[in-house]
C-alpha cells in the first residue's frame, strides 16, 4: 500500500491490488470433510487413468477466510451503487430492490430445491411460477407467458425465433425484420442471431415511427417490426395502432421490447396494442436487483397465434375434481424448443412475484403514475435556468417515464462534453444518467428517475446539473478533468484495448 | 400496499404544480384513448410485507429441497455446500444493487472481481482468455457455436450424445436462427464412439461439441477425440463442468479451442435451476470474437492501476446487428459468488474436493451397482456422477414408499428416461461433498427396497431403522 498523499482520497491512495497478489502459499480456508465411513483413500490413478488426470493444480488464489472477507468487502467499497444514492440511468429502471424479496429466494424451499426435483416434490416452486406467468399475462394483457429467457436479449432472439416458426408453419418464409433507428442495441444483435435482416424505420419529429417511412418499407417479407413503446425517448407512440395494423396486414408480426414497461402498468397494454409477442425485464419493472450486471430474467408473453410455438417445458395447471396438479409440460410439439438449460431463472421469479405480490394491481398502477410523474417533474425542473440552456430536451412535450437532454449547446458553448458533465456528476455523488444513447440525439443525456426517488433527490440532482454548468461557464477544465474524488480517475479505455490484459498473469507469464 | 414509493400528497400536488398539469390523469394523455386500460388489473390488491412472507414462505414449504432430503440430484446442477462468506458478501448492496459498471470510476469493485474471475477460469480451463461471464451453461453452447461459424465461415455442427440434453437442444433451437445443421454422435459403453465422431466430422464441420465428465458421468478421452475434429479443422468445443477441473485434465490440455459450463456448481445455490452463470474461455486467437462482457487493466490519468469493460467494439451497444453477440448480461453477482467459492476452495482445495468426490463416487457406485436388481450402465471411468440400470422400471422405483398409503416422496436420483429413450430403464446418481457415506448408505437401502418393493421383508432394521446386512453396510 502506498502512502496517503495530501491531495489524495484514502480510498485512492488503496492502490488495487487482486487476490492472487494477496495470496501466500500454505494459506487456506476450507475445511472439507474427511472421506469417512472408515474408506481409504484410493489413490486417484486407480480410479481415473492417469493421462485423464490433471498434473499442474490451477493457480488459484491461497488466502485465509479473514483475508477473502476483507478483500472483498474493500472491493465492494470501490463501487457506487443503488442503496448509496440517485441512480436515474436511463432504460435501465433503477427502481428500489426489497430486501423481503432476497429473505423470501432465500428461503430454503426455494433456494435448495434441486432444478430436476420430480414435479410432486415441487408444487410450491411450480405453483409460484404459474402465478408469476398469469400476473405477467394480466399486465401485458397477452394470454401466454413462457418465463424461460434469461434475460431481455434471450427474451429478443426467442420471440424472433418465435415469429420465424410462425412464419414457417404457415409455409412462408420472410427474412426482413424491423426496427426503429431508436432501438437498443441488443434488437439488431438479436436479429442477426435469428438469422434476419434488419431494416431500419426512420423516427418521425415527435420521436414515434415515421409512418410513411414504415409504409415504403413494409411488404410481404417483413417477418416482425420490434418496438418499444414509450420508445427510446420516453415518448408514447400515438399511431400505434395504426402501425400495428400496417405490419399485420402485410403478414408480419409485431414485438414489444418491454424495456420500458415501468411506464405503462395498468395503464396501457402492449396486447390491446396490437403486439403479439413481448419481453418483460424482472431485472427493471419487477425489481430484481441488477448485480453489477445481472442476474436479471426476460419471460415472454405472447398471444393466441404465437402460442404453440413457445420454448419448453411450460408450467400448467391440471386439474382433476377437487385436485390441482402443477407440471412442467413438455409434449409441445411446434415449440421452438429451449433457450437454456431447466425452467429459467427461478430465482428471480421468486423477487419478482413477491413484488408483484406487495404492490397488487393497484400498486404497480400506481407505480407507473409515479415513475412518470417524477419523470415529467425532473425533466420541468432540468428546463428550467443553465440545464434549460444548454441540455435542451429532444422531442419537448410530456414524457412518459423517461426522457432525453442533448448535450450539444453544451458541448459548443461551454466546451465541456455530455461525457465531462456525467464524470463531474460522480464528484457531487451522483451516478450519472445513460450518455450517448438514443444514437440519434446528439450528446444524449438518457435520464429515467423511477418511483422509488423522493422529490428532494430530484431537486438535489437538478440543482448539481445547475451547479456543474455554472461551474463550466467560469473554467471548462473543471469538468473536462473530472471525476477527482472518485477510487480511481478517468481511465484509458483505449490503452486497454490496443494492449488487452485480461487476467493476472500466473500460468501463462512468458 | 407496499410501494416503496416516497412521495407524499402535498408533494405529488407540489409537483403537478411545477409540470403545469392538474393531475397525474393528464400526462397520460399522449395514450390514445382507445389502447388505454379502462379497467384495473385484475391482479389481487397490494399485501403487507408480513403477509407476503407467510405466502411465500408457505410455498416454499411445499418444495421437497435438499435439507430436507439427500438429493442425489445432479445433471448439471449440484447440491454443493457453499460457504457462508458467499451470502455475507454478495448481499452487500455495493454489489448487489449497481448496473453494469458503465462508469468504471465508481464500478472498481465490480470490474476488479470480472478481471479475478476470467483469471480462475482461465486457471482452471486452462485457456487464456475468458470472459466476465454467461446466463448460464447450455446457452453458452449456442454462443460457442455462433463464434465457430464465424471464425470458420462453415454451417454444420456436430456433437456428441454425451452432451447435455439441454445443451442439444438449446443448439438445434438457435441452429434455427445461425443457419446451421445439427449432427449427433452416439455413444459407446458409456464413452462418445470415436468411429462415429470421425464420420460425423466433414469439411463443411464448424464445430464439435463434447461434454467431460459427460451426462452419463463418464470421463471422455478428449484430446484422442480431438484428433479427428483438428484434421477437418473444425474447432472442438468442450463442456466442462468445473467442480470437477480440480483433478480431471483442462480442456485447455486436451487441445479445445472453446471450453463453457455451467457454472452453479461454484458457490450458487441450486435455486430451482437458475439464476447462476455459464463461463467461456478460449484460445487466445478468438479474443475478438468473444460473446458477453470482459474486463482489462489499465491506467487512470495519475498512473493508478484500474479496471474497464474492455474490447466493446465486439459488443451490441456498438456494433449493433454485427455483433459477435447481443448477450450484455455477465451475471456478474452469480460470478462473484463463484470466484468467492474459490477462492475459499483455494488452489489445495479446489483438488482435495475433486479427489473427495471421485473417492466417495467409486465407493457409492460399487455399493449401488452390487445391490440385487441393479448394474452399472457403463464401466467408464467417472469423478461425481454415475448411471445405474434397474431391473425394476425406474418410474416405479421412485415413490419413496408405498403409494396405496397417499402420495410419497419421490427418491432423488435423476431418470435417463426423460432425455435418453434407449436408457430408459436407468438414472444416474450424483455426489458432491454434502453426501456422506452414511447418506450413500441411506440410498443403497431405499434402492434395495424399491427394488423388492416396499412390502417385502429383505432384511432386518435395527432399533434406528438402519438394515442389518451385509450388502448395504
Known amino acids: 500500500m502506498t502512502e496517503p498523499t495530501l491531495t489524495e482520497t484514502p480510498q485512492q491512495a488503496d492502490r488495487a491490488t487482486t487476490i492472487y497478489e494477496k495470496s501466500v502459499p500454505g494459506r487456506r480456508a476450507a475445511q472439507l470433510p474427511p472421506l469417512g465411513g472408515g474408506l481409504e483413500e484410493t489413490p486417484l490413478e486407480q480410479l481415473i487413468p492417469a493421462n485423464l488426470l490433471r498434473e499442474t493444480p490451477a493457480d488459484l488464489p491461497e488466502v485465509s477466510e479473514p483475508e477473502i472477507v476483507r478483500h472483498y468487502n474493500r472491493l465492494s467499497r470501490r463501487n457506487f451503487d443503488l442503496d448509496t444514492g440517485f441512480y436515474p440511468l436511463g432504460s435501465c429502471t433503477m427502481k428500489y430492490n426489497p430486501r423481503l424479496n432476497e429473505r423470501v429466494a432465500a428461503l430454503p424451499g426455494h433456494a435448495k430445491l434441486h432444478p430436476a426435483t420430480d414435479p410432486a416434490d415441487a408444487q410450491g416452486a411450480l405453483q409460484l411460477m404459474y402465478l408469476l406467468q398469469e400476473s405477467l399475462s394480466e399486465i401485458t394483457g397477452l394470454p401466454t407467458v413462457s418465463l424461460q429467457p434469461s434475460a431481455g436479449s434471450q427474451g429478443e432472439l426467442a420471440g424472433l425465433l418465435l415469429a420465424r416458426a410462425y412464419h414457417a408453419d404457415q409455409g412462408r418464409n420472410p427474412t426482413k425484420v424491423l426496427t426503429p433507428d431508436t432501438a437498443h442495441g441488443t434488437n439488431p444483435a438479436s436479429v442477426t442471431m435469428a438469422g434476419y435482416e434488419v431494416v431500419k424505420v426512420a423516427t418521425d419529429e415527435q420521436g414515434g415511427v415515421d409512418v410513411e417511412d414504415l409504409r415504403d418499407k413494409i411488404d410481404d417479407d417483413v417477418a416482425c417490426l420490434m418496438l418499444t413503446n414509450p420508445n427510446t425517448l420516453g415518448v408514447f407512440d400515438e399511431n400505434i395502432v395504426e402501425i400495428a395494423g400496417l405490419v399485420h396486414e402485410a403478414g408480419g408480426l409485431l414485438y414489444y421490447d418491454g424495456a420500458n414497461l415501468n411506464a405503462i402498468m395498468g395503464q396501457a397494454r402492449p396486447g390491446d396494442m396490437g403486439f403479439d409477442i413481448v419481453h418483460v425485464n424482472l431485472h427493471k419493472s419487477f425489481s430484481q436487483p441488477h448485480g453489477g450486471g445481472g442476474p436479471g430474467a426476460g419471460p415472454i408473453a405472447v398471444s393466441e397465434r404465437v402460442d404453440p410455438f413457445i420454448p419448453r417445458p411450460q408450467v400448467v395447471r391440471l386439474e382433476e375434481g377437487e385436485e390441482v396438479f402443477y407440471d412442467l409440460d413438455y409434449d409441445r410439439p411446434k415449440s421452438i424448443g429451449r433457450l437454456r438449460g431447466f425452467q429459467g431463472n427461478f430465482g428471480v421469479f421468486v423477487r419478482s412475484l413477491a413484488y408483484i405480490l406487495s404492490l397488487g394491481g393497484d400498486g404497480l398502477s400506481e407505480a407507473s403514475q409515479l415513475a412518470v410523474l417524477n419523470a415529467n417533474y425532473l425533466k420541468k425542473r432540468l428546463s428550467e435556468g443553465r440545464a434549460g440552456k444548454y441540455l435542451p430536451v429532444a422531442f419537448d412535450r410530456h414524457c412518459m417515464h423517461e426522457f432525453v437532454l442533448s448535450g450539444a449547446p453544451m458541448k459548443k458553448e461551454l466546451g465541456i462534453k455530455t461525457l465531462d458533465l456525467a464524470k463531474r456528476l460522480l464528484d457531487f455523488g451522483f451516478h450519472p444518467p445513460t450518455v450517448y444513447f438514443p444514437l440519434l440525439v446528439d450528446e444524449a443525456l438518457m435520464i429515467e428517475p423511477v418511483e422509488t426517488e423522493a422529490k428532494e433527490h430530484l431537486d438535489a440532482f437538478a440543482e448539481a446539473i445547475e451547479k456543474i454548468l455554472e461551474e463550466a461557464e467560469g473554467d471548462r477544465s473543471v469538468a473536462q478533468n473530472a471525476p477527482y474524488t472518485t477510487p480511481v480517475r478517468r481511465l484509458d479505455e483505449v490503452g486497454a484495448t490496443r494492449k488487452p490484459k485480461i487476467r493476472h498473469q500466473n500460468r501463462f507469464a512468458q | ?473
Not at chain 2, 429441497?65 to 442425489?72: G, L, N, Q, V
Not at chain 2, 487441445?255 to 452463470?277: K, M, T, V
Not at chain 2, 431418470?415 to 446418481?429: M, Q
Open chain 2, 1 to 473: 400496499m407496499a410501494g416503496y414509493t416516497p412521495v407524499t400528497d402535498p408533494e405529488r400536488a407540489e409537483m403537478l404544480a411545477a409540470i403545469g398539469v392538474d393531475s397525474i390523469e393528464d400526462l397520460f394523455a399522449q395514450i390514445p384513448a382507445d389502447i388505454r386500460l379502462d379497467h384495473p388489473l385484475d391482479l389481487e390488491d397490494g399485501m403487507s410485507e408480513s403477509e407476503v412472507y407467510r405466502l411465500m414462505a408457505g410455498l416454499a414449504d411445499t418444495n421437497l429441497d435438499t435439507e430436507r432430503i439427500p438429493s442425489f440430484l445432479g445433471a448439471g446442477m449440484y447440491d454443493h455446500y457453499v460457504p457462508a462468506i458467499v451470502e455475507a458478501i454478495v448481499g452487500r448492496s455495493e454489489f448487489l444493487t449497481p448496473y453494469t459498471p458503465y462508469q468504471p470510476e465508481v464500478s472498481q469493485g465490480g470490474l476488479q472481481v470480472m478481471f479475478e474471475f476470467q483469471t480462475a477460469m482461465s486457471e482452471i480451463t486452462g485457456l487464456p482468455v475468458s470472459n466476465a461471464g454467461l446466463y448460464e451453461g447450455p446457452s453458452a453452447a449456442a454462443s460457442a457455436a455462433y463464434l465457430a461459424m464465424g471464425q470458420t465461415k462453415r454451417t454444420g455442427l456436430v456433437a456428441s450424445r454425451g452432451l447435455h440434453p439441454h445443451s442439444r437442444e438449446t443448439l438445434a433451437t438457435h441452429a434455427v436462427g445461425f443457419g446451421a445443421t445439427l449432427t449427433e454422435v452416439g455413444l459407446e459403453g458409456g464413452l462418445t464412439s470415436g468411429e462415429e465422431l470421425e464420420a460425423a466430422v466433414t469439411d463443411e464441420t464448424a464445430a464439435v461439441f463434447l461434454q467431460n465428465p459427460n451426462f452419463l458421468g463418464a470421463v471422455e478421452d478428449i484430446a484422442a477425440l480431438g484428433e479427428a475434429v483438428k484434421a477437418k479443422g473444425a474447432l472442438l468445443i468442450v463442456q466442462v463442468d468445473p467442480m470437477t477441473l480440480g483433478i480431471l485434465r483442462p480442456p485447455g490440455e486436451c487441445g479445445a479451442d472453446i471450453a463453457y459450463g455451467e457454472g452453479q456448481p461454484l458457490g450458487n445455490r441450486l435455486d430451482f435451476g437458475g439464476p447462476s452463470f455459464g463461463f467461456f474461455c478460449a484460445r487466445d486467437e478468438y479474443l475478438r470474437k468473444m460473446p458477453g462482457r470482459i474486463a482489462g487493466e489499465t491506467t487512470d490519468v495519475d498512473g493508478r492501476r484500474g479496471f474497464v469493460l474492455t474490447l466493446q467494439t465486439r459488443e451490441q451497444h456498438i456494433r449493433r446487428e454485427k455483433a459477435t453477440s447481443n448477450i450484455c448480461t455477465a451475471q456478474a453477482l452469480n460470478a462473484l459468488a463463484g470466484m468467492i467459492h474459490l477462492a475459499w476452495l483455494g488452489k489445495q482445495g479446489f483438488v482435495e474436493l475433486g479427489a473427495l468426490m471421485a473417492r466417495r463416487t467409486d465407493h457409492a457406485r460399487r455399493m449401488i451397482g452390487g445391490l440385487d436388481g441393479y448394474e452399472l450402465l457403463h464401466d467408464a471411468p467417472v469423478v461425481r456422477e454415475f448411471a445405474v440400470r434397474s431391473e425394476r422400471a425406474v418410474e416405479e422405483l421412485l415413490p419413496l414408499g408405498d403409494e396405496a398409503d397417499g402420495p410419497a416422496p419421490r427418491l432423488p436420483v435423476y431418470p435417463l428416461g426423460r432425455d435418453y429413450p434407449e436408457y430408459e430403464d436407468s438414472f444416474l446418481v450424483a455426489i458432491t461433498e454434502n453426501r456422506s457415506v452414511d447418506e450413500i448408505g441411506w440410498l443403497a437401502h431405499m434402492l434395495e427396497h424399491a427394488q423388492a418393493g416396499w412390502g417385502e421383508h429383505i432384511h432386518e432394521h435395527d432399533h434406528e431403522g438402519n438394515p442389518v446386512t451385509e450388502t448395504a453396510r
